[in-house]
């Protein structure tokens, strides 16, 4: 027998990330509900005093769909997979990175003003005029050295076909026809794509911080629904279409739509013997890992990148949340406090932080 495998497990389940402990039998009726099991290893046997364990029972791989380690409620024999903590929060942190706004100070790391938002304290610096492109300028009033603001609009082939580009985008044209209806070529349309998500995401995010800072509002019933993609092949060798399931959520009353996550992208070992989801873990040498996805030998490739797909329902999200009014002729941002009024979208395209 290997050594390592001979070794005492360290962890009987995931530890807790942040805070976050997720596994708890998923019975909503059951008394274990919410109620995590024991990280540490329990006592086994008939005689074991009541009370001298928790009441889980761990099983190995070979349980669950045949390769996740599973967690039994022996309260109501409910058998929940193992999931990560630690990738839950990976996930939140990916999701609610737009929020968090990238800090504007002098450029000079050796400048008492290099920790000194520009946003926070604006008698740091002083407007020192345009640039050509008419990004505004600053000037440090410590080190006197200047820095600029980009324009909301970068130097990129086409900047009038923006709003074109982003209208069929939301109304569902393929990329193909997309390239020949606004006569560029994809390399060009993809890089409108960078452009008009990012801006979107800055407009989006301008707007969601009043509800992180305590904007008031009603409570919030959010609905949560899965959708499965099918997307093309990894590669000309192997044409079979790949399918990625996206979790996205709504408040039910203002029909606002929040961050989605493309929750099962395709892994395939290197030995292309197997291929694995996301998310679930399996009990390997007394350590859980902390990656969502794995293989036999730890070797994984992704055989298709998602990074469009995502860009795509971030801009779906924001123009149906600010954008797209319905018979009362109000937006769902409207409804819910954050905005007054519909938007344009050469507003969002060309929205200056």
Known sequence: MDENEAESPSLRIPEAADGIQVNFCKNVRCPNFGVPASTAQQP????????????????????????????????????????????????????????????????????????????EDRSAYRPYGKTKAGSQRYLCRVCHRTFIIGSPAPKHQKPHKNTQVFRLLVNKMPLKRISEAADISMPVLYEKIDFIHERCLAFSAARERKLLEGMPMRRLYVAVDRQDYLVNWSQTEDKRNIQLSAIGSADNTTKTTWPGSITRPVFMQLTGSTCRPVGEYRYSNGQFPRRAVWGEDGMDIVLNNPTIIIKMLDIFRVFYNFVEAGKDKETPAMRLGLAKSKVDMENIIYYAT
């Open 44 to 119: 086994r046997g008939k005689k074991v005093a009541e009370g001298g364990r928790d009441s889980y029972t761990v099983s190995g791989a070979g349980g669950h769909r045949g390769y996740t380690s599973t967690i039994r409620c022996n309260l109501c024999r409910e058998t929940p997979p193992l999931k990560s903590n630690q990738a839950i929060v990976d996930e939140i942190n990916r999701l609610s990175a737009y929020l968090v706004e990238a800090p504007i100070t002098c450029l000079n790391e050796r400048c008492e003003n290099h920790s000194v938002d520009l946003r």
